[in-house]
């Protein structure tokens, strides 16, 4: 199977689980507990029926919008995901490229592996710093200080991961960083030596968000240490407030799920929220993102930019949503698996099919604008 085989989703994970070692593809595609909220959050869009209207002239197709102060040319955006070099040697570099090249924003974490600055030098491309809270403020404070010097636009706080989810594909295979693997996740290991040799031959492996914070060479401290010793279990509504005073631009909260919450995030200033339980990985049982989408929508998306993210594997799921309220939706795992499959020209193909899926599916809706989406349209079973 190659790249220009893959039609859809189904086809980038098949591909990337060929070559990928399992202990690294299981990192990407496992979830929390029971993995029942990663599959709810598909399976949400399945009990949403889309009605269309027909003979209302379509020739001409414009999928833009302005999300977070920053005008896109389609309304789908990579979601911040850690640790990309190791999906692939090219990582954020890739992502950050197609991005740019399909018009859209990039999520770049601060557990990711190519340096913010060299990625916003690279691409004049809206791009989005995610970060957790420290207990440490002064790193807090050096890490917005980093991203306003880069000349990062918006500022994305994840809320929902105060401690790490409970990820047992991991602790079977012994996935941590450094790698601490068991001997059936060296073994995993062995049987892709493509993958082995591509990684031994390219630079090192680093977080250079993180730099000096995290070692991974040494494992002075190791990502779950990261996790548990230093982001702060205290954060409060207070100290994101701060956050949001001392950033003073577009400032969006990842992971709200509650309607209080997002009526919180509107009263401190933030800009945006993104509705998002992180692709299922942190509380299992959470609804699904796309479920509790009308109520968020509903209480603050007069006010707010509501973003939101989990399942989205096709353009309809898009479509649904936005015809809900989102402004705008986020991809992790949709665009992670073709990285993994074939580098920038995976992530590439992914967004054009996306893309055209979109197009295909507002043609088909009766659409020409982003805006002509709307609940009218929607039927819930
Ligand atoms: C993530 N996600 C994530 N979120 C975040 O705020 N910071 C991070 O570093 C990461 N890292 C990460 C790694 C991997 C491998 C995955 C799959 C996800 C969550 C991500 O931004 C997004 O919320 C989900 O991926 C959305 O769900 P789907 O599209 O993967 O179903």
């Not at 098949?14 to 979830?31: H, M, N, Q, S």
């Not at 807090?140 to 790490?164: F, H, W």
């Not at 707010?304 to 989205?312: E, T």
């Amino acid at each position: 199977m190659r790249l220009r085989d893959c039609h859809n989703f189904h086809d980038f994970r098949k591909l990337a689980r060929r070559r990928l070692p399992g202990p690294i593809f299981d990192y990407i595609d496992g979830a929390a507990d029971d993995e029942v909220t990663h599959r709810r959050n598909t399976a949400s869009f399945e009990r949403c029926d889309l009605v269309p209207n027909v003979l209302r002239g379509v020739e001409n197709i414009d999928m833009s919008v302005t999300v977070l102060g920053q005008k896109l040319a389609m309304p789908i955006y990579c979601s911040p995901t850690a640790l990309q070099r190791l999906f692939h040697h090219t990582g954020e570099r890739a992502v950050a490229a197609a991005a740019a090249k399909y018009g859209t924003m990039f999520g770049v974490s601060s557990l990711g592996t190519v340096s913010l600055e060299e990625l916003r030098k690279a691409h004049d491309t809206p791009q989005v710093y995610q970060f957790y809270y420290h207990r440490d403020r002064s790193l807090n404070r050096t890490m917005m200080q980093r991203a306003k010097e880069a000349g990062v636009q918006v500022m994305m706080l994840t809320v929902d991961s105060i401690t790490g989810g409970n990820r047992e594909r991991d602790k079977r295979t012994g996935f941590s960083i450094p790698f601490r693997l068991t001997l059936a996740g060296m073994y995993q290991f062995g049987i892709k030596p493509a993958w082995g040799i591509n990684y031994l031959t390219h630079e090192r492996f680093k977080l250079p968000q993180l730099d000096q914070h995290v070692d991974m060479g040494s494992g002075a401290l190791s990502i779950s240490k990261y996790f548990t010793e230093m982001l702060d279990p205290s954060m409060n509504w207070d100290d994101v407030a701060e956050m949001v005073r001392l950033w003073n631009g577009q400032f969006c909260l990842k992971g709200v799920m509650s309607v209080a919450d997002a009526r919180r995030a509107v009263e401190i200033g933030c800009t945006g929220i993104v509705l998002s339980n992180h692709g299922g990985r942190q509380l299992d049982g959470s609804r699904a993102p796309f479920d509790q989408l009308a109520e968020i929508v509903d209480a603050v998306g007069d006010r707010i930019d509501v973003i939101m993210d989990g399942g989205i594997q096709r353009g309809t799921h898009v479509l649904k949503a936005l015809s809900l309220g989102a402004k705008a939706v986020g991809v992790g795992r949709y665009y992670l698996y073709p990285l993994a499959a074939a580098g920038q020209a995976g992530v590439e193909r992914a967004l054009d099919l996306m893309r055209s899926e979109l197009e295909r599916g507002m043609k088909l809706m009766g659409c020409t604008a982003i805006n002509q989406l709307s609940r009218e349209n929607l039927r819930f079973r």
